[in-house]
């Protein structure tokens, strides 16, 4: 134990005196956490709108109206004709362009249907997909103002019951997506420090020959790893603090669920994602080599982590291989915890599973170390 602790003194000592290391550990993470919770975002804002309004009529500008109203559009630029507005298009200077026929208010009058033309920048489908709803939904509201105004022309008919929707929102009430990214960009900010950190400790004392030194020592296999990995583990914990410290303060983000799960499920995952440094240190001559391994393997576990694609949407034998994924079941524990209050019994498959492949790793990790006396 008295050995333990002492390689465990040393390493917070060798951490403390390193002050980039100081500054890596945790003047990064606050940073990295503030910006990228601000940058990651799906939300569809400032959609450019090019407008071709050949009917020029009171309509029509209703419609305009309606669209320039909606905060999720910028005010909209007018061109003469449609060619006009395809080559805006063309040239990334709008998102959308709409077409207002010229017989489009008199259409309307006559209680027939007319129609507008949109086209949209679908580079990115999902992107477009979310634009056509936006002006799908306005749409219906000038639908829904057309048959307000023109009531009185169809009095003597019966006139259908209106089904109104009134939308209930739980677990994020004011669709705020930081709430949504915020514990999911912390999972990865652990994930990625502790990963690097345990990695390329080890390679190091390869670098400057004192492993070799420690190996003809007396100390045990397991007391120099536990000695070693230790420090990492605290240090996972009080960057786990601080990040939950800005999730509440800075980006208001609701802590429904019990934190001590919180900590205990995290002290679990650190585990495994230690063991994971360690193994890949085994098999490394140089920190360079062991930087790069490690950045192989985070690349691929962020990809597929859900964190910015549902793991719904993809093709199942990419959802099979997620299973494999550890930071997919920190995602959804943190997730599930923090936004949705749940208990130990919701997640207790995340944890059995974490909890599973520590145990595997770990064992893997201490198999492929080779010390000789």
Avoid at 50 to 69: F, G, H, P
Avoid at 123 to 137: C, P
Avoid at 201 to 229: A, D, S
């Amino acid at each position: 134990m008295k050995i333990i602790l002492f390689i465990i003194q040393k390493e917070f000592k060798q951490i403390f005196r390193d002050k980039s290391m100081l500054r890596l550990l945790f003047i990064l993470p606050i940073l990295q956490l503030l910006i990228l919770s601000n940058a990651a975002t799906f939300d569809v804002k400032n959609i450019r709108v090019t407008i071709v309004d050949y009917s020029n009529s009171s309509s029509s500008r209703t419609l305009i109206e309606k669209i320039n109203a909606n905060a999720y559009f910028t005010d909209a630029v007018f061109v003469s004709t449609t060619q006009a507005g395809i080559e805006r298009l063309n040239s990334g200077k709008t998102d959308v362009v709409i077409e207002i026929p010229i017989p489009f208010e008199k259409q309307l009058q006559n209680e027939t249907t007319t129609q507008i033309q949109v086209l949209i920048n679908a580079i990115d489908g999902a992107t477009a997909g979310v634009q056509n709803v936006y002006l799908s939904q306005i749409v219906q509201q000038f639908n829904q103002h057309i048959l307000l105004e023109n009531k009185h022309i169809v009095n003597n008919q019966i006139m259908p019951n209106r089904i109104e929707t009134i939308p209930s929102f739980w677990y994020n009430s004011t669709l705020n997506y930081k709430t949504f990214m915020v514990p999911g960009i912390l999972v990865l900010l652990i994930t990625m420090l502790t990963l690097f950190l345990s990695s390329m400790n080890i390679v190091r004392e390869k670098e400057l020959g004192t492993l070799e030194q420690i190996n003809v020592t007396p100390i045990k296999k397991y007391q120099f790893i536990i000695g070693k990995l230790f420090p990492f583990w605290i240090i996972g914990l009080i960057i786990l603090t601080i990040g939950l410290l800005i999730s509440k303060i800075v980006f208001n983000v609701p802590m429904l669920g019990n934190i001590v799960l919180v900590y205990f499920f995290t002290s679990i995952y650190l585990l495994l994602i230690l063991g994971f440094g360690l193994f890949l240190s085994n098999h490394t001559e140089t920190q360079q080599q062991a930087m790069f391994i490690a950045w192989f393997f985070i690349v691929i576990f962020i990809l597929m982590s859900g964190l910015f694609t549902p793991i719904e949407s993809m093709p199942k034998w990419a959802q099979n291989v997620t299973l494999f994924n550890p930071i997919r079941y920190f995602v959804e524990f943190i997730r599930m915890v923090l936004l949705k209050g749940a208990g130990l019994q919701e997640v207790l498959p995340n944890l059995g599973i974490i909890t599973l492949f520590a145990i595997v790793v770990n064992g893997l990790a201490v198999w492929s170390y080779k010390k000789t006396n």
